[in-house]
C-alpha cells in the first residue's frame, strides 16, 4: 500500500511538481493530521503523513519543513526523502531536489518507484545544468560590462605533454 501512494505521489508530480495532484486533502483532513502530530511529536511517520498532505495540498514550505523534521528522526525513510524532493520542485529549488531523489536512490525502492526517480533526475539534472547556464552567462555579461585593465594579457591555461 505504502508503494502504491509513493506510485502515485511520484507519477502525479512527473508533469510538474508545482501543480497541486487532485484530491488534495481538505483542511480538515489538515487539523486531523496535525492532531496526530501533536500527539505523537516523533513519530517519523506520522511526520511523513504530514508532510505529504501538505504536498498535496500546496503547502510546499511547510511540507519541506515536516519532511525534514521526519528525516531528522529516520533518515533513511524513502518515502519521506522523494517527498522532500517533490516539495523542493514546488519551491523551484531543483538543486535541494536533485540531492534529495539521490539520496532516496540509496534506499529500497521497488524497480517501477525506481524509474520514477530516476526520471525525475533526468528533467531535474537538465533544469539545473540550464539554471547553472543562465548563471554563468550573467557573469560573463558583469564581467564584459568593465573595462580591461590596462597594460594586461590574458594567458591561457595550457599543459605540455610531450618529451623534453
Known sequence: MR?????????????????????????????????????????????????VAYYQAGAFDRARDVLLAALALEPSDTRATIHLGLAYEGLADPEQALAAYRRSLSGALARAERQSVEARLAVLTRQVLALEARRAIAT???????????????????????AD
Open 140 to 162: 560573463e555579461q558583469t564581467l564584459s560590462s568593465r573595462a580591461p585593465t590596462p597594460n594586461t594579457v590574458a594567458v591561457l591555461p595550457w599543459t605540455y605533454i610531450g
Open 3 to 51: 508503494s502504491m501512494l509513493l506510485l502515485a505521489g511520484l507519477f502525479s508530480a512527473l508533469g510538474c511538481a508545482s501543480r497541486t495532484p487532485p484530491g488534495s486533502p481538505v483542511p480538515a483532513d489538515l487539523s486531523a493530521l496535525e492532531a496526530r502530530r501533536a500527539a505523537h511529536p516523533n513519530d517519523p511517520r506520522i511526520l511523513t503523513d504530514v508532510g
